[in-house]
C-alpha cells in the first residue's frame, strides 16, 4: 500500500507485524476531504480484509483538520466495524482540537469491539 498525499497532507504507510501502521501528516484544508480520500481508504481496507490484518492510526503528527475531516473518519470507524478489522486511533490529548473531535469519535468506536480510540500524551 503505498502513502498518500495532497498538497500538504500525508498519511504515511508502515507495514507492523499485526498489520498496517498509517500516520496522519501534516494539514487537511480541502473543503471535502471525502472525495479525496474516500479511494484510498477503500483500497486500504480491502487489503486490511484481505489479509487479515489490524491498523494503527496515528494522528499526533497532524497538525490541523478541518470540520470536514471528520465525516471520513467516521465513515472509516463505521466500515472497520462492519469488516471486523482490529483497529486503534491515537491523538494527541493535550491538543485541544485533536481531544474535542476524538472524543466525539469514541462514541461512534465504543459501538464496536472492533474500534477503539487511544488519547496519548504529547510525546
Not at 497532524?62 to 470540520?67: A, E, K
Request: charged letters at 25%; proline letters at 7%; aromatic letters at 8%.
Amino acid at each position: 500500500m503505498k502513502d498518500f498525499e495532497n498538497k500538504g497532507f500525508a498519511i504515511r504507510v508502515r507495514p507492523t507485524e499485526a498489520g498496517l501502521h498509517l500516520s496522519w501528516e501534516g494539514e487537511i484544508h480541502v473543503p471535502n476531504p471525502s472525495d479525496l480520500l474516500r479511494p484510498w481508504l477503500e483500497q486500504l481496507l480491502d487489503l486490511l480484509q484481505q489479509e487479515q490484518w489490524q491498523l494503527e492510526c496515528d494522528f499526533r503528527p497532524c497538525v490541523y483538520m478541518n470540520s470536514a475531516s471528520i465525516a471520513p473518519l467516521i465513515q472509516l470507524l463505521r466500515e472497520l466495524a462492519s469488516r471486523e478489522i482490529q483497529s486503534v486511533f491515537i491523538y494527541d490529548a493535550e491538543r485541544k482540537v485533536q481531544a474535542a473531535s476524538f472524543r466525539a469519535l469514541d462514541v461512534i468506536a465504543r459501538k464496536s469491539p472492533f474500534t477503539e480510540i487511544q488519547g496519548v500524551p504529547s510525546a
